[in-house]
Nanobody
Framework: QVQLVESGGGLVQAGGSRRLSCAAS????????MGWFRQAPGKEREFVAA????????YYSNSVKGRFTISRDNAKNTVYLQMNNLKPEDTAVYYC????????????????????WGQGTQVTVSS
């Protein structure tokens, strides 16, 4: 069964840090790029970060560049999102996602390129 399970969300004060994890199973994780998206209340889901299958190259939205870091551990089938200097506008449900086979090597920035999604983890940043 193909599955992504996020963890690490919670309440954090502005300026603080949080690390999200996403454990993958049921597919060949090491040959797939991975992505993180987020959805704030009343807004559409948006791209946050992506990492290609080798882990050599990463991509970020302008809103998180310089504050967030995506990484992966292929031995643990896990992708991470380290979030530093958090702002209230970072409050959202964060989702990790794996792309469809045709786009598995990445990079992938669009929702339609991903066909496996986690359940999401809530991150709330208080001011």
């Amino acid at each position: 069964q193909v599955q992504l399970v996020e963890s690490g969300g919670g309440l954090v004060q502005a300026g603080g840090s949080r690390r999200l994890s996403c454990a993958a199973s049921g597919f060949t994780f090491s040959s797939h790029s991975m992505g993180w998206f987020r959805q704030a209340p009343g807004k559409e889901r948006e791209f946050v970060a992506a990492i290609i299958w080798t882990g050599d190259t990463t991509y970020y939205s302008n809103s998180v560049k310089g504050r967030f870091t995506i990484s992966r551990d292929n031995a643990k089938n896990t992708v991470y999102l380290q979030m530093n200097n958090l702002k209230p506008e970072d409050t959202a449900v964060y989702y990790c996602a794996a792309p469809a086979a045709r786009w598995r090597y990445g990079p992938n920035f669009k929702e339609y390129e991903y066909d496996v999604w986690g359940q999401g983890t809530q991150v709330t940043v208080s001011s």
